[in-house]
């Protein structure tokens, strides 16, 4: 996995460089030879985060169904029991131009990345609408939170293409509350070959990386994943997907 190492120069350039275990992140030792230097320009950030379902069981004519693996969808929405309306609040963002998606589509990272159908369900809009009219999206589907239940944190797990909440093919699955998987990816070129890392780093630290291991990527990991402040995310485009 390795480190994204950030810092500014006395001119407040942003510079980006990626380190490997067993490299230190500051100095030349390991493998890699030390830091693998950015491309100016190539850093962007991809924020993935998965929405899961606590206890998923689903009730088909009377009889109990519970999932024997975690559910997760890669869309968030809300849904107001006294309006009867929903509205999608949260998916995957990035600071990622077209070239750069592209470049991620042909590396071996794509699988880690989010589908774009989860971005083009944020494309929608974060505005209410009669949750008849709704549809679950995403490629994992949608986790729908009440935002006032008893008993309290109620929410579903919805599959793409179904109505959320109730509605003519409804097949969601019942959760006791919900819970979020952070999964958050640093990418940029290295003489032109896509890096990715999941920690993101002020350089002026000075202890050993807490990599993993060496290069390449892995795949995603249940813990959630915690890190520094980052560069505000701006919502991709339908255009970059």
Not at 190 to 204: I, M, N, P, Q, Y
Request: some cysteine.
């Amino acid at each position: 996995d390795g480190d994204m190492l950030w810092s500014k120069d006395a001119d407040g350039v942003s510079h980006y460089s990626v380190c490997y275990a067993p490299s230190m992140k500051r100095g030349h030792i390991g493998p890699a030879g030390g830091h693998l230097h950015c491309d100016a320009g190539s850093y962007f950030m991809v924020d993935s985060p998965k929405f899961c379902c606590r206890n998923p069981r689903m009730y088909i004519n009377g009889q109990k169904f519970e999932a024997k693996r975690k559910v997760c969808g890669d869309v968030l929405a809300q849904f107001d029991p006294d309006a009867q309306e929903l509205r999608f609040t949260k998916g995957p963002t990035t600071t990622a131009s077209q070239d750069q998606i592209e470049a991620v589509r042909r590396s071996g990272y794509d699988h880690l990345m989010p589908s774009p159908l989860a971005y083009e369900a944020m494309e929608e809009g974060k505005d209410w609408k009669n949750v008849l009219h709704a549809v679950c999206q995403g490629l994992m589907g949608t986790l729908v939170q009440w935002t006032h239940s008893d008993p309290p944190d109620k929410a579903e797990m919805c599959s793409p293409g179904t109505p959320p909440v109730k509605g003519q093919g409804y097949s969601s699955w019942t959760c006791d509350g919900s819970y979020t998987i952070q999964n958050m990816y640093h990418c940029c070129t290295v003489d032109g070959k896509l890096h990715c890392a999941r920690s993101f780093e002020d350089e002026t630290q000075r202890e050993p990386c807490s990599c993993i291991g060496i290069g390449g990527p892995k795949e995603e990991g249940e813990e959630e994943h915690h890190a520094p402040p980052q560069p505000a995310a701006k919502q991709a485009d339908s255009s970059l997907v």
